[in-house]
């Protein structure tokens, strides 16, 4: 297996046993991270993501497969299963992943999911009947901006 391809496997390993700090020593000090929940973040902001949602994850179950990668860049597709705490619904977020490497860490991570699928099964009726509209979809991704902003005045790196 190529040595970012172990990579890619141990980050995944450290985000099924909710383990934020090795899942931030897979990250170069430079690194960047987005979905289309909580956009685009920078290292810090990411590292602070990871931590707040393996702490909130109690039922956090991770399976990762299709790792590839070369010297530049590598995917990956995982199901994460866990319970939204917000609403207490249970999810299963099927997420395809690209990554990019510089100095044996991952430089970039980008996580791709069908935000609608995701907020069907994180809200219910809610989702299935406004998560496709997208003034919907950003107060999602402002609400997740301001968690994220609390969390880390509270639990500063």
Request: charged content about 25%; some cysteine.
């Amino acid at each position: 297996m190529h040595p970012n391809a172990e990579l890619i496997s141990r980050f995944y390993a450290a985000l099924g046993r909710r383990d934020a700090a090795g899942m931030a020593a897979c990250y170069h000090a430079e690194s960047t991270f987005s979905d289309p929940v909580f956009g685009a973040l920078d290292h810090d902001a990411a590292v602070a993501m990871w931590r707040m949602l393996c702490e909130r994850g109690k039922d956090l179950a991770v399976a990762a497969s299709d790792i590839r990668a070369d010297d530049a860049v590598g995917r990956a597709h995982v199901e994460a299963t866990y319970t939204y705490t917000a609403t207490g619904r249970h999810v299963l977020n099927r997420i395809d992943a690209s990554f990019a490497f510089r100095d044996g860490r991952i430089l970039r991570h980008d996580d791709r999911f069908d935000l609608y699928r995701w907020m069907r099964q994180a809200l219910g009726i809610p989702g299935v009947l406004a998560g496709w509209f997208p003034p919907v979809q950003e107060a999602l991704r402002s609400r997740a901006a301001a968690q994220l902003a609390r969390y880390r005045q509270r639990a500063p790196a």
